[in-house]
């Protein structure tokens, strides 16, 4: 469908749904649907609008309508050597692009390349109010109004449809090597700080069942060189497990019943956690796999991550209609609500997937 | 140019309250001393504010913030002042907020690799902070011995190293923003998300429109173990542009990739002799940086690629001193244009690097129309242009002819898909071309969001982003149709 009609087509969906005052949920592959607070809302599609607007290598810069799915953005930039850098996890065979920026989350290469906003550079989208805008371009370096693109991204969806994403993409390494070692979470946690502090080409590391994980990326050289320097045996399956990571396949991630993302200061302490424990990111993120049996109160999780600086998401296994995300100070939580009705007067979108349980307030 | 108003004179009850909160040292009043605040890095927008005010503590900015809040004064926040869109002119009946006195380094963490840090702190500083533990803050933008970070993160300041490292807001991890009604909000932490929305993003590059920022952490890297750059000449304009796209087709990404043209080359040679090729229509500076034996292998392929797109001749230099001895020439470019010319304008937009030949030539041929001389030299990996406008005020008519040319240049970035500023800010120079860039609804969204955190338009206003009314007058006069979305590509 050519792109005009196709936006035009999702427009008058939100102009209807404006006019009955129903509630939207967007989505695209459903590969993310245990994530965020539930939503009653009326399913929009973006599935079938889809495909790669532009795509120039020498550029670095690829725009695509949100319904494409990953797997194709993924397959056309290896054709070309180039990847996007943030690696995004798909968590099932549809994800879609729009998918991926609304949720804003990336894989292992995180504290390495950066963030998923790090590399989105521009978006259209449609507002609560049923207009197309378009934020930001093709080009790296652009300051020109807000960043309206960083904001969405992340934002589940909650503020505006989007419709097309432009994002930087980065050359694929010329080489990868994982080297394994075996240690306890502490030590672990210890290496990966020292090597933060130094010039390596890292760009994964993790810690798995005593297993201290580091992936090496870049010239072959380079490569090289920092695997002796930083000790370990060569795995060989080590992008099995970087893809097992990053899809939560791991075993304690199945075996678990309710699982969640502490995103803490790499330099904090470790504590004991109620269920097995995942350190990725350079230490910056911690995975909790509780049990059923060990299930502890979210309150405990919440008021720790405050105390050490960080935030903690119930990322999968939250009983439906209860809060998922790090609670807000109130003052924050104040801004996010007027940003909300900046965009989305009429909480069109998405209304309570963020926070909140009553329609006045979520988000 | 603005018109110059007479500045207000301070109501006196809220000078007094001022004068409980700051010592006396701290207020501005005499209008030679207010002089010193009436313009920023773009000196042809001028206007006296009515008072300046220099606290030293956060809760000093909070208590001016509320009292300004109670008063409805507008606030402009201002750091070193060389921002160059004039993101920082006073306003006549409003106060200058100088965070100039906020220049502590609170903490530096080698461990975590990061530094908390006031808004006055200079860009430069936290890297010399840094350097006993081997670490660097990235963003380097050309006046870092002077800005500070506080004006970094309003701009979303870039610089020689962006197509690597990043801007500004990829460099930062936490913000206290005070908000216009003195509500403290902390974005972001030192881990690598936040719950929420992603306000920290939000609000870097805001100009100052959204809240004022009293302290932040950035984030420090390990510096490489070796930087090597290359210095190529070529004869002809496309045939360097051309290699920029041919560098990154190859999947290298420089640290730096900057291009100058054959004026700008002779501008600096002639000041600070560091051997550039004066024969040449172009050149280009190509580092690369990483470990040893990476940084030498890359240095191999650039040079064959250079070569292969036409050099005429490719120099590595040979150790640390040539290194900063090329760097110096890019560095003096501005001073440089100033020797060979009374006034210069410098202009920033960015367009898709295949475009870069095309907006070269267009620009040229637009400088004749106009009879101005430009000269070129920018961040060429990145796309972004510094066109540099050069004039003399002192001529009738020069300056205006300088400002049109500016402003068709910065049209011209937009028509072939780029934006009109890449690293310098919207200000108020460029508040006409937003109207371009931008449709009315796009502008009224970005209003909305100005609205949730200043209802009542205190802070910085009539910068960044243009009243939709502005723009249909403006679009009226450029004979724009009204309503009409200038980027619409369906």
Not at chain 1, 232 to 238: I, K
Not at chain 2, 65 to 80: D, E, I, N, S
Not at chain 2, 286 to 302: A, F, K, L, P, T
Request: with cysteine; aromatic share 6%; glycine share 10%.
């Amino acid at each position: 469908m050519p792109r005009t009609n196709c936006s035009q087509a999702l427009q008058e969906q939100i102009l209807q749904a404006l006019s009955e005052q129903k509630t939207l949920q967007p989505c695209g592959g459903h590969s993310k649907d245990f994530y965020g607070r539930t939503v009653n809302g009326e399913k929009l599609s973006c599935a079938g609008h889809r495909g790669i607007l532009n795509y120039e290598p020498k550029e670095l810069v690829l725009t695509a309508k949100s319904g494409t799915p990953l797997q194709e953005i993924e397959a056309i930039l290896a054709e070309r050597g180039q990847m996007l850098a943030f690696e995004p996890p798909h968590f099932g065979p549809g994800t879609t692009l729009g998918g991926v920026v609304a949720a804003g989350l990336a894989g292992p290469a995180r504290a390495y390349r950066g963030s998923v906003r790090d590399y989105v550079l521009g978006v259209r989208v449609i507002n609560g109010h049923g207009q197309i805008l378009h934020f930001g371009g093709e080009v790296i370096k652009n300051v020109a109004g807000y960043d309206i693109s960083r904001l969405l991204t992340g934002s589940l969806g909650t503020l505006a449809l989007l419709l097309e994403v432009s994002l930087k993409v980065l050359p694929l390494p010329e080489a990868e090597t994982t080297i394994s070692m075996s240690c306890d979470s502490t030590t672990a946690l210890q290496h990966m700080l020292t090597w933060s502090r130094q010039a390596l080409p890292i760009t994964a590391t993790a810690w798995y069942r005593d297993q201290l994980y580091c992936r090496l990326s870049g010239e072959r050289s380079a490569v090289h060189d920092a695997i002796s320097l930083i000790g370990g045996d060569e795995n060989t399956d080590g992008s099995i497990f970087w893809t097992a990571l990053r899809e939560q396949t791991l075993p304690a991630f199945t075996a678990s019943k309710r699982l969640w993302r502490l995103s803490v200061p790499p330099t904090t302490l470790l504590r004991e956690e109620s269920g097995e424990v995942i350190l990725e990111w350079g230490g910056a993120l911690r995975w909790c796999c509780e049990n059923r049996h060990l299930i502890i109160d979210k309150t405990d999780y919440w008021d720790y991550a405050k105390t050490v600086g960080g935030h903690a998401t119930c990322f999968r296994g939250a009983k439906p209609g209860t809060e998922v995300f790090q609670p807000l100070p109130s003052e924050l939580l104040a801004l996010h609500q007027r940003l909300k009705l900046a965009f989305d007067p009429k909480s069109l979108f998405n209304p309570g997937h963020l926070y909140g349980t009553t329609a006045a307030t979520g988000l | 140019m603005t018109r110059t108003k007479h500045a207000q004179t301070c109501d006196p009850v809220l000078l007094s309250v001022l004068q409980k909160i700051l010592p006396d040292d701290a207020i501005v009043t005499t209008e030679e001393e207010r002089r010193v605040y009436e313009c920023d890095g773009l000196p042809m927008f001028r206007q006296l504010p009515m008072l300046v005010v220099l606290p030293d503590t956060t809760g000093q900015v909070r208590e001016i913030l509320q009292l300004c809040h109670a008063h409805k004064v507008p606030v402009v926040a201002r750091g070193a002042g060389t921002g160059l869109s004039a993101g920082a002119t006073p306003l006549a009946d409003g106060i200058v907020l100088s965070l100039a006195r906020l220049n502590a380094i609170l903490d530096l963490d080698p461990q975590a690799c990061t530094a908390r840090v006031q808004p006055g702190v200079r860009n430069l500083a936290i890297s010399e902070a840094a350097d006993p533990h081997g670490l660097y803050y990235a963003p380097d933008p050309s006046s870092q011995i002077a800005c500070t970070i506080g004006g970094n993160v309003a701009e979303n300041s870039g610089g020689v190293h962006c197509l690597k490292y990043g801007l500004t807001v990829h460099n930062i991890l936490e913000i206290h923003l005070l908000l216009m009604d003195g509500t403290l909000l902390i974005l972001g932490s030192s881990a690598l998300d936040q719950a929420g929305y992603d306000l920290m993003a939000l609000t870097i590059g805001s100009e100052g429109l959204l809240g004022v920022g009293v302290e932040g952490v950035v984030k420090l890297l390990p510096k490489p173990v070796l930087a090597k750059v290359a210095m190529a000449a070529f004869d002809d304009v496309s045939k360097a542009a051309n290699a920029v796209g041919e560098i990154i087709a190859a999947g290298l990404i420089p640290a730096g990739l900057e291009m100058m043209d054959g004026p700008s080359i002779r501008a600096v040679e002639d000041y600070v002799r560091v051997g550039y090729p004066v024969e040449a229509a172009a050149m280009l500076l190509c580092e690369m940086d990483g470990n040893q034996v990476e940084v030498e292998s890359q240095m191999v392929r650039i040079e064959d690629l250079l070569k292969g797109c036409g050099a005429t001749s490719v120099k590595i230099a040979a150790d640390e001193a040539e290194r900063a001895k090329f760097w110096l020439g890019r560095k003096s470019a501005f001073p440089a244009a100033g020797r060979i010319s009374p006034d210069y304008y410098c202009m920033d937009g960015t367009v898709p690097r295949r475009k870069l030949a095309q907006v070269l030539e267009g620009t040229a041929q637009l400088a004749e129309e106009f009879q101005l001389t430009v000269t070129n030299i920018f961040h060429a990996g990145d796309g972004n242009l510094h066109p540099l406008i050069l004039f003399d005020a002192n001529k009738p008519g020069e300056l205006k002819r300088a400002e049109d040319l500016g402003a068709q240049i910065l049209l011209l970035c937009i028509e072939v898909g780029g934006t009109i500023t890449g690293e310098h800010g919207v200000g108020l120079e460029k508040i006409q071309q937003m109207c371009v860039q931008f449709n009315t609804e796009e502008l009224e969204q970005m209003h909305r969001v100005k609205e949730a955190f200043d209802p009542l338009q205190l802070l910085n206003p009539g910068k960044a982003v243009p009243r939709p009314r502005h723009c249909a007058e403006y679009r009226l006069a450029s004979g724009m149709k009204s309503g009409e979305d200038p980027h619409a590509k369906d």
